[in-house]
């Protein structure tokens, strides 16, 4: 069965940092594009970033260039995402998901989601 768990999420202040990991089971995450997406209350879901298969790419929104770094680690199954300085406005749930694709950010070309790790910037 097709899962993919994120973790990592919490409370942070503004400037500071989390890291989400995203790990795949029935399935091996190095074969496949994997975004992260995220979304806030009352807003639509948006592309953050992405990794292809054999890391040969790496996209980032606009919004998260330079703060966010996304990994992957093929021994443990797993992406990571590093979020570094951090604002109130990256306050969302956080969603990893699968590709069979290149590199999007558009949520439609992703078929296999988890269930999301709330992230919240506040003082």
């Known amino acids: 069965q097709v899962q993919l768990v994120e973790s990592g999420g919490g409370l942070v202040q503004p400037g500071g940092s989390l890291r989400l990991s995203c790990t795949a089971s029935g399935f091996s995450l190095e074969h496949h594009t994997i975004g992260w997406f995220r979304q806030a209350p009352g807003k639509e879901r948006e592309g953050v970033s992405c990794i292809t298969s054999s890391d040969r790419y790496t996209y980032y929104a606009d919004f998260v260039k330079g703060r966010f770094t996304i990994s992957r680690d093929n021994y443990k199954n797993t992406v990571y995402l590093q979020m570094n300085s951090l604002k109130p406005e990256d306050t969302a749930v956080y969603y990893c998901?699968?590709?069979?694709?290149?590199?999007?950010?558009?949520?439609?070309?992703?078929?296999?989601w988890g269930q999301g790790t709330q992230v919240t910037v506040s003082s």
């Open positions: 998901a699968r590709s069979w694709g290149g590199s999007s950010l558009f949520w439609e070309d992703y078929d296999s």
